[in-house]
């Protein structure tokens, strides 16, 4: 649920310890809720005064609630974390001139072949004050801005993905690479077709959480064929024992699991199927991306 850095103090995991139970019980809640949406309901747009101009959230996603009701889900998923007063916001531009950050996750469901991104986006001092108010301790380094908003898109998963086992759906996390940098992020106007951009106010911090969404069906893939950022759809076995699992479902593959696998399988065993989700274009451009601290400090 969480990462702290050491050495640490007792307020700090009494802090985040507390943010982790506030957490767990507001996807209970957002999990509940999603089971009583009427099938109507979930057919509603999300309220276009959060889109950013020119969004839409493609019709054919629309029938799942946890989609169409993204932004109620976001604005309820951050009030979990006790900041106070969370609200949607006015459309916000980042200054260049100033430092930014940016953290991602995605969602994979697939067997309604969706996969969901989740880009939050703030300016150096928003993190800073987020932190504050998130452990009730001053941060020490810029690093604690760019957790704080790693801890918020944590939480802005766990809702959504409760919503969506709460309608039926099987959803899987992978672990992907978290921090990326905002100064990149006009690169990926062109692959913005299906977003919701929802600015949010923590009283008066401001920060925007930007939602992709993307048809990723199933494909069978031999060993040979996984390329990186591939998602597992199902456990990998050890070859020649079904009992122990080699890749557990929802992994999201790099290099180096790549090259254990094509090592383990050889010969014919390299030519069994796996059922994985290909990532969209979104993934392949922020997997490349570096926060802005890690390259000014080079």
């Given at each position: 649920a969480d990462v702290l850095v050491l050495p640490t103090s007792p307020?700090?995991?009494?802090?985040?310890?507390?943010?982790?139970?506030?957490?767990?019980?507001?996807?209970?809640?957002?999990?509940?809720?999603?089971?009583?949406?009427?099938?109507?309901e979930a057919m509603e747009p999300t309220d276009p005064t959060v889109r950013s101009s020119g969004s839409t959230l493609n019709a054919k996603f629309q029938?799942?609630?946890?989609?169409?009701?993204?932004?109620?889900?976001?604005?309820e998923s951050v009030s979990g974390m006790g900041f106070g007063s969370v609200?949607?916001?006015?459309?916000?531009?980042?200054?260049?001139?100033?430092?930014?950050?940016?953290?991602?996750?995605?969602i994979v469901a697939p067997n309604c072949s969706v996969w969901v991104?989740?880009?939050?986006?703030?300016?150096?001092?928003?993190?800073?004050?987020?932190?504050?108010?998130?452990?009730?301790?001053?941060?020490?380094?810029?690093?604690?801005?760019?957790?704080?908003?790693?801890?918020?898109?944590?939480?802005?998963?766990?809702?959504?993905?409760?919503a969506f086992q709460a309608e039926g759906h099987d959803a899987l996390t992978p672990t992907v690479p978290k921090a990326v940098a905002?100064?990149?992020?006009?690169?990926?106007?062109?692959?913005?077709?299906?977003?919701?951009?929802?600015?949010?106010?923590?009283?008066?911090?401001?920060?925007?959480?930007?939602?992709?969404?993307?048809?990723?069906?199933?494909?069978?893939?031999?060993?040979?064929?996984?390329?990186?950022r591939d998602v597992t759809a199902e456990a990998v076995s050890m070859p020649n024992n079904h009992h122990l699992k080699m890749v557990n479902r929802g992994v999201m593959l790099d290099d180096r699991w790549i090259a254990n696998l094509r090592n383990r399988f050889v010969g014919d065993a390299r030519k069994i199927a796996i059922n994985v989700i290909e990532p969209p274009p979104l993934i392949n451009l922020l997997a490349g991306m570096q926060t802005a601290a890690a390259a000014a400090a080079r």
């Open positions: 307020e700090v995991i009494r802090a985040r310890a507390q943010a982790v139970c506030r957490v767990l019980l507001k996807m209970a809640a957002i999990a509940s809720r999603a089971l009583d949406v009427e099938p109507t029938r799942f609630s946890a989609l169409s009701k993204a932004s109620t889900l976001i604005i609200q949607a916001g006015s459309q916000h531009v980042f200054d260049p001139s100033k430092t930014n950050y940016a953290s991602w996750c995605c991104d989740f880009l939050v986006e703030a300016e150096r001092s928003t993190g800073m004050q987020l932190f504050e108010r998130l452990t009730g301790v001053p941060p020490d380094c810029p690093a604690d801005a760019s957790d704080t908003l790693g801890e918020i898109v944590n939480l802005i998963q766990g809702g959504i993905k409760a905002s100064s990149n992020l006009d690169r990926l106007n062109a692959h913005l077709q299906d977003r919701v951009r929802l600015v949010v106010d923590v009283n008066g911090a401001v920060f925007c959480v930007t939602m992709f969404v993307y048809a990723s069906p199933i494909v069978r893939k031999t060993i040979e064929s996984l390329r990186p």
